[in-house]
């Protein structure tokens, strides 16, 4: 769905005196199994989301998969979802919704579990691709840019599958570090709830939670 003024003002309508975007009507189930639901994607094998999860496609759950397809298929299916800083430069491997769950309107963000290409010809102390489930200076800002902008505004629900931050000399040149602790710190001055929810076989993360939630 593309991104416009009037698309982001409707799906989030509110007031002064109401802290989240109202809730809007939904006949999707919140018991909704999504493994029914399609999955596709360059260089993925899935043609389902239950495969992603299920032990005879893939038991060790390195296989890759499509992240919009999951965040697709997790919203609710009578509410599009509208993607954030989509054309945002080398943050592909970060994924931002405006969605509904059970009608509530909230921020969904996930890390692509595929390899990505780059564009252009990539310095040579760099990686040659973008990498699965791995955070890259400008996919960092775009993440904590993310968690900022539904700070106070509506719950953050992240669909968890982080592997790591990428430590290559042009990742450091480029601000990993300080892109990196803009997450942290975005995280702990979180104001609402944020749900995490792991759907790879690991991911990295630590207790960033103010006390105030």
Not at 168 to 176: C, D, M
Not at 195 to 209: D, G, N, P, Q
Request: proline share 10%; aromatic share 8%; net charge positive.
């Amino acid at each position: 769905m593309p991104w416009t003024c009037c698309s982001r003002t409707t799906s989030t309508p509110t007031s002064r005196r109401e802290r989240f975007p109202r809730p809007a009507p939904t006949t999707d189930p919140v018991d909704r199994d999504i493994a029914d639901s399609p999955h596709a994607g360059p260089g993925t094998d899935f043609t389902q989301l239950g495969q992603i999860f299920a032990a005879d496609s893939n038991r060790e759950r390195k296989k890759p998969f499509d992240i919009r397809s999951l965040l697709r298929g997790a919203a609710d299916a009578d509410h599009p979802p509208l993607e954030r800083w989509v054309d945002m430069h080398d943050a592909d491997s970060v994924v931002v919704f405006d969605a509904h769950l059970g009608g509530q309107p909230v921020s969904l963000l996930g890390i692509e579990s595929r390899p990505l290409p780059r564009h252009g010809t990539p310095p040579v102390d760099g990686p040659s691709q973008w990498t699965a489930g791995t955070l890259f200076p400008r996919s960092s800002k775009k993440m904590a840019r993310a968690i900022n902008a539904a700070s106070g505004n509506r719950p953050l629900v992240v669909l968890a599958n982080l592997s790591g931050f990428d430590g290559s000399p042009e990742s450091l040149r480029g601000l990993q570090l300080e892109y990196g602790a803009e997450i942290g710190r975005a995280v702990v001055n979180f104001k609402g709830p944020i749900v995490f929810c792991v759907v790879s076989r690991y991911t990295v993360a630590r207790s960033w939670c103010s006390p105030e939630r």
